[in-house]
């Protein structure tokens, strides 16, 4: 079943601009990760923040957690076109099963 | 560190054919997962091993796929017979069994099933 379910399916930014992404989740967890995919490439881990967490900052990455809302938020600042890539959420429940959402496509032109 | 190693790489079959895939993740990490995704879509667990006892198959059809992990290190995934449906980028990842880390992923096999 879809754990992470992430919004918007896709999204176009101009270099420089924010990015924004956000993930819903069904059921408990221990920890939510966001990882990047370029086209052709293979994923990349960029944050996990954890269950008992409301915000993590990495760089220029700032992710949220809501575990009333059973949602999260990642945000890119000062985004560059090396940005380009998808973005999945993953779900980490109890067993450490971990669950990928369907990914949010982001596009940031030059 | 060497990171996880996936091969083969790339791999074109006929259906009904038999396929198998192989991994070697991290040196120590012991947990190591299967999964496939299929094209504009998110990765789907296939199969998740600690050491090399199954801790979660329940996504493996397993009328067709296989997967084992002898002694606790390399892990093999076979799909026999394939069906066109199998075509998918096969992702193998480990993690530590310390479960605050994250889950290391390797490059993949791309399968296509003619």
């Known amino acids: 079943s879809q754990q992470g379910e992430e919004d918007p399916q896709a999204l176009s930014i101009q270099e420089g601009e924010n990015a924004t992404m956000n993930c819903s989740y069904k059921t408990s967890i221990n920890n939510l990760q966001w990882y990047r995919q370029n086209s052709g490439r293979g994923l990349v881990h960029l944050i996990l923040i954890r269950s008992n967490e409301r915000e993590k900052h990495s760089g220029r990455l700032r992710v949220t957690l809501d575990t009333s809302k059973k949602s999260s938020s990642l945000l890119i600042t000062a985004s560059r076109a090396a940005d380009t890539a998808s973005y999945f959420c993953v779900a980490e429940t109890s067993g450490s099963r971990l669950t990928f959402g369907e990914g949010t496509q982001l596009t940031v032109n030059p | 560190e060497a990171g996880v190693a996936q091969s083969p790489r790339y791999k074109i079959i006929e259906k009904r054919q038999s396929v198998a895939f192989w991994c070697n993740p991290i040196s120590g990490h012991a947990t190591l997962y299967w999964y496939q995704q299929i094209l504009g879509q998110g990765p789907k667990l296939l199969i998740q091993f600690q050491n090399n006892g199954v801790v979660d198959d329940s996504q493996l059809p397993k009328d067709r796929f296989s997967a084992e992990r002898l002694k606790g290190v390399d892990s093999t995934l076979k799909i026999q017979p394939a069906k066109l449906e199998d075509s998918a980028v096969y992702l193998c990842?480990?993690?530590?069994?310390?479960?605050?880390?994250?889950?290391?992923f390797g490059p993949g096999t791309r399968l296509t099933v003619l």
């Open positions: 990842a480990s993690r530590p069994l310390v479960l605050t880390d994250t889950q290391y």
